[in-house]
């Protein structure tokens, strides 16, 4: 049902296209994992949620450019609520919009699940990120001390009312290619 919602028809204007994160994505995400994160994720980690997904527990998406991999993101549900699980783009396609297209539609999907919320945890000191969700409506709720490799705090932020017509409207503005 997902690859139904998501379009299909190849590259938008500015030649990103989001699809499905599949298992034979996985050696392009983990080299971009490697130079994101400084405990990255292993094969094993996205091979499980790969599993989770198929139990409808989880969705993951990977944007390309040109028909090369270029960012990837995850959601999982907890009741009414979607939790991002990680969002990363190559350093060579930062801020260039993948992110937010990501993220777009990864809350889309959220939507269309029936979720009333977003969660996610950020960095303390990730303040390109911390940025990217506010403009989506995200607000700090606390801080997890030491979350990140027992030594960096997170922020842990929500994103309420992801139910209404006014956030549709939000993820439109932001995002119009990822819009339903």
């Not at 050696?27 to 994101?36: F, G, R």
């Not at 091979?47 to 969705?59: G, H, K, M, P, Y």
């Not at 940025?131 to 989506?136: C, D, G, N, S, T």
């Amino acid at each position: 049902m997902l690859s139904r919602l998501l379009r299909r028809d190849g590259d938008d204007a500015g030649g990103l296209a989001v699809e499905p994160m599949r298992r034979r994505h996985l050696p392009d995400i983990l080299a971009i994992e490697q130079v994101s994160y400084p405990k990255p994720w292993t094969q094993g980690t996205f091979t499980s949620e790969l599993d989770a997904v198929r139990r409808d527990q989880r969705t993951y998406l990977v944007a390309r450019r040109s028909g090369t991999l270029v960012g990837y993101g995850g959601l999982m549900y907890v009741v009414d609520d979607a939790h991002v699980t990680n969002l990363a783009v190559a350093p060579s396609e930062q801020r260039s919009g993948v992110a937010t297209r990501l993220l777009a539609e990864l809350a889309w999907t959220a939507l269309d699940r029936g979720c009333q919320a977003l969660t996610l945890e950020v960095r303390v000191t990730n303040t390109g990120a911390q940025a990217l969700y506010h403009r989506f409506g995200f607000v700090p709720a606390g801080i997890r001390q030491r979350y990140y490799e027992n030594t960096d705090d997170a922020i842990v932020m929500w994103c309420n009312e992801i139910d209404t017509e006014a956030y549709r409207d939000r993820l439109r503005g932001l995002s119009p290619e990822a819009a339903r």
